[in-house]
């Protein structure tokens, strides 16, 4: 099945460094990515929905220049954490999305884990 | 391999049982977690096992077998409403999310 990757798994930083989490669809192109953000044992927050080649679409009470979203490739989607606070400590989780006729299948990818000294 | 396998689509009418299966094979384990996906929405938190048994909230309760790395999901009193992807997702050893594919229901009158 279709697999998306994300690097790193896990990455601690000190506060008001910037960090850069990378979303691969390893064996399909995927025109949509979204990226979400996990609270402990709670839904997916959606922060964003990119789109290759265009600006990323952010969620309500998102910060897009905190929450920096590059979609430059059909297989790869990146978030830059800016100035990281320790509040901002969290799982996040990107998802990749392909259309095979009128089916979408979205796959989602293993999550990375940020903590914010 | 790490793996995870739910039936890809399942059929149920409305006011039934459904129950969803999940089987899995993983580096380790720290947790299986259940979703709820409706269409162009963003997946919903149903349950979190990680001790084996059965957990009941409301019309949903999840099972856990952690020797026989298996899960399900149980909707009683089915609505229209819950028609929706339903996806079983484990935690590994190294606390990264293994996703299944999902289970699509979809409920009848």
């Known amino acids: 099945g279709a697999v998306v990757s994300q690097h790193p798994s896990r990455v601690i930083c000190k506060s008001g460094t910037s960090v850069k989490i990378e979303c691969r669809s390893l064996?399909?192109?995927?025109?949509?990515m979204f990226w979400y953000r996990q609270f402990p044992k709670k839904s997916l927050m959606l922060m964003a929905t990119?789109?290759?080649?265009?600006?990323?679409?952010?969620e309500q009470g998102v910060e897009k220049d905190k929450f920096l979203i590059n979609h430059a490739s059909l297989t790869l989607s990146t978030l830059t954490v800016t100035s990281a606070h320790p509040e901002d400590s969290s799982f996040y989780i990107c998802?990749?999305?392909?259309?095979?006729?009128?089916?979408?299948?979205?796959?989602f990818g293993p999550g990375t884990r940020l903590l914010v000294l | 391999g790490q793996n995870i396998d739910q039936p890809t689509e399942m059929t149920a009418t409305e006011g039934a049982i459904v129950q969803i299966n999940c089987t899995y094979q993983t580096s380790g384990f720290n947790g299986l977690f259940w979703y709820q996906q409706h269409a162009g929405e963003a997946p919903t938190f149903l349950s979190y096992?990680?001790l084996d048994g059965l957990e009941e909230k409301g019309r949903f309760s999840s099972f856990l077998s952690r020797s026989k790395g298996y899960s399900y999901l149980l909707l009683k009193e089915l609505q229209m409403k819950d028609s929706a992807s339903y996806l079983c997702?484990?935690?590994?050893?190294?606390?990264?999310?293994?996703w299944g594919a999902g289970t699509k229901l979809i409920i009848k009158p």
């Open positions: 998802s990749a999305k392909t259309t095979s006729g009128e089916q979408e299948t979205q796959y």
């Open positions: 990119s789109n290759e080649g265009s600006k990323a679409t952010y």
């Open positions: 997702v484990v935690m590994d050893s190294n606390y990264q999310l293994i």
């Open positions: 064996d399909f192109q995927a025109t949509t």
């Open positions: 096992n990680v």
